[in-house]
C-alpha cells in the first residue's frame, strides 16, 4: 500500500536518504496497490489510503487477509473488505503493554479494544509481551498461533563467520583498540531507543570495566540525538564529519560509523563484544537483537524492550 523512498526512510527517522540493499520482495508474487493519499507516508494515520484493496479481496478468491495492525487507513480498509466478504483476517502485530500511553488513550482502549479484538479470526504472535497484549483485551488464546520476528540468520551467520578474521582490521579502521570491551548500539538516533543511557552508562563506569579493559562505543545509525550523544562522548572516530576527539573527553571513547545497510551491518556486530538497546516501551521488539545473536554476540536490553522475554537470559 506504500512503496517506501529513500527520501521517506530518512523523514521516517533514519536521518539519512537510502534504499535497501537486499530485495525484500525477490521471489514473491506481489503488487503494490494505488496510494490515493495527499501526502504518503507510514508515519500518519491517513499517508496510506488503497481503496481498491476492497475490490480486489472482493474478486481475489483469497484464503484470508492478513493486516499488521490499525495504525494506518489501509488496514481498515482490507479489514473491513475482509469481513464483509467473509474472508478471515488475522492480525500479527507487535504492541505491548509497556508502551508509554496517557491515562485518557488507555482508557479509550479498555472500552473499544474488548469488543474490536474479539473480531479478528486469528492472531498470529510475535512474542510473549504481544500474547499478554492480546489477552489483556480479551481476545481468545484459542485462536492465537506463535509467529515470531526473525531476520534471515543463516545470512547473518555466514557473513559473521567470513568477517570474523578480519575484526581486527575492522576494529582499527573504526578507532576500537584491540583490548577494549566495544558495546554497540544499533538503530535510530531518537528519543524512544535511549541512547544517551547508553553514553551515561559507560561514563558512569569511568570509562574501564571490572576487569580494567576499556570500554569503547560504537554507535551505528544516525538521527535527532546525534549531536547530544558526541558531546557526551570522547569522539574517536566519525565517519560523518571530518573532526574526530570531541569536547566530551571525559565521557567513554566512542566511535561513529554512520547508517549501515543489511549487507553492511554484521561487520558492527563482529567488531562489537555485546549489542545494547536501552530503548522504553516503545521499542515493542528491537530485531538488532536477532541480528546481534546471529552474528554470534550477547544483547543487553533494557526491561521494556520486546523481545526481552524472548530472547534474553534475565
Same mark, same amino acid.
Given at each position: 500500500?506504500?512503496?517506501?523512498?529513500?527520501?521517506?526512510?530518512?523523514?521516517?527517522?533514519?536521518?539519512?536518504?537510502?534504499?535497501?540493499?537486499?530485495?525484500?520482495?525477490?521471489?514473491?508474487?506481489?503488487?503494490?496497490?494505488?496510494?490515493?493519499?495527499?501526502?504518503?507516508?507510514?508515519?500518519?494515520?491517513?499517508?496510506?489510503?488503497?481503496?481498491?484493496?476492497?475490490?480486489?479481496?472482493?474478486?481475489?478468491? %483469497? #484464503? *484470508?487477509?492478513? &493486516?499488521? =495492525?490499525?495504525?494506518?487507513?489501509? @488496514?481498515?480498509? $482490507?479489514?473491513? /473488505?475482509?469481513? +464483509?466478504?467473509?474472508?478471515?483476517?488475522?492480525?500479527?502485530?507487535?504492541?505491548?503493554?509497556?508502551?508509554?500511553?496517557?491515562?485518557?488513550?488507555?482508557?479509550?482502549?479498555?472500552?473499544?479494544?474488548?469488543?474490536?479484538?474479539?473480531? %479478528? #479470526? *486469528?492472531?498470529? &504472535?510475535? =512474542?510473549?509481551?504481544?500474547?499478554? @497484549?492480546?489477552? $489483556?483485551?480479551? /481476545?481468545?488464546? +484459542?485462536?492465537?498461533?506463535?509467529?515470531?520476528?526473525?531476520?534471515?540468520?543463516?545470512?547473518?551467520?555466514?557473513?559473521?563467520?567470513?568477517?570474523?578474521?578480519?575484526?581486527?582490521?575492522?576494529?582499527?579502521?573504526?578507532?576500537?583498540?584491540?583490548? *577494549?570491551?566495544?558495546?554497540?548500539?544499533?538503530?535510530?538516533?531518537?528519543?524512544?531507543?535511549?541512547?544517551?543511557?547508553?553514553? +551515561?552508562?559507560?561514563?558512569?563506569?569511568?570509562?574501564?570495566?571490572?576487569?580494567?579493559?576499556?570500554?569503547?562505543?560504537?554507535?551505528?545509525?544516525?538521527?535527532?540525538?546525534?549531536?547530544?550523544?558526541?558531546?557526551?562522548?570522547?569522539?574517536?572516530?566519525?565517519?560523518?564529519?571530518?573532526?574526530?576527539?570531541?569536547?566530551?573527553?571525559?565521557?567513554?571513547?566512542?566511535?561513529?560509523?554512520?547508517?549501515?545497510?543489511?549487507?553492511?551491518?554484521?561487520?558492527?556486530?563482529?567488531?562489537?563484544?555485546?549489542?545494547?538497546?536501552?530503548?522504553?516501551?516503545?521499542?515493542?521488539?528491537?530485531?538488532?537483537?536477532?541480528?546481534?545473536?546471529?552474528?554470534?554476540?550477547?544483547?543487553?536490553?533494557?526491561?521494556?524492550?520486546?523481545?526481552?522475554?524472548?530472547?534474553?537470559?534475565?
Amino acid at each position: 500500500c506504500h512503496q517506501q523512498t529513500a527520501t521517506g526512510q530518512a523523514d521516517a527517522g533514519f536521518g539519512v536518504p537510502f534504499e535497501w540493499d537486499l530485495p525484500l520482495l525477490e521471489g514473491y508474487r506481489y503488487e503494490f496497490l494505488p496510494n490515493v493519499s495527499r501526502q504518503p507516508s507510514t508515519a500518519t494515520f491517513r499517508g496510506c489510503d488503497t481503496p481498491e484493496i476492497a475490490a480486489r479481496i472482493a474478486a481475489g478468491g %483469497f #484464503d *484470508a487477509v492478513i &493486516v499488521h =495492525g490499525w495504525s494506518t487507513k489501509n @488496514y481498515w480498509q $482490507a479489514m473491513r /473488505a475482509g469481513w +464483509r466478504q467473509g474472508v478471515p483476517v488475522m492480525v500479527r502485530g507487535d504492541s505491548q503493554l509497556l508502551t508509554p500511553r496517557s491515562l485518557v488513550k488507555r482508557w479509550a482502549k479498555a472500552l473499544v479494544y474488548p469488543r474490536f479484538l474479539r473480531r %479478528f #479470526d *486469528a492472531y498470529l &504472535v510475535v =512474542g510473549q509481551r504481544a500474547r499478554e @497484549y492480546y489477552l $489483556a483485551y480479551g /481476545a481468545d488464546p +484459542r485462536r492465537m498461533f506463535d509467529c515470531p520476528h526473525f531476520v534471515d540468520n543463516e545470512r547473518f551467520a555466514s557473513q559473521a563467520d567470513e568477517l570474523r578474521p578480519r575484526r581486527a582490521e575492522i576494529r582499527r579502521r573504526w578507532g576500537i583498540p584491540e583490548e *577494549a570491551f566495544c558495546a554497540a548500539f544499533c538503530g535510530k538516533f531518537i528519543p524512544k531507543k535511549r541512547p544517551m543511557d547508553l553514553v +551515561r552508562a559507560a561514563a558512569q563506569t569511568q570509562t574501564h570495566r571490572a576487569d580494567g579493559r576499556p570500554i569503547h562505543l560504537l554507535f551505528v545509525g544516525s538521527g535527532e540525538l546525534g549531536d547530544a550523544m558526541r558531546r557526551g562522548c570522547h569522539v574517536v572516530y566519525d565517519a560523518e564529519r571530518a573532526a574526530h576527539g570531541s569536547p566530551g573527553a571525559d565521557g567513554a571513547a566512542a566511535s561513529f560509523v554512520g547508517f549501515l545497510n543489511q549487507s553492511e551491518i554484521a561487520a558492527a556486530y563482529v567488531a562489537a563484544d555485546a549489542l545494547v538497546l536501552a530503548s522504553d516501551g516503545g521499542e515493542t521488539w528491537g530485531l538488532v537483537v536477532n541480528e546481534a545473536m546471529a552474528c554470534g554476540i550477547p544483547a543487553i536490553v533494557s526491561d521494556r524492550v520486546g523481545c526481552a522475554p524472548d530472547l534474553v537470559t534475565d
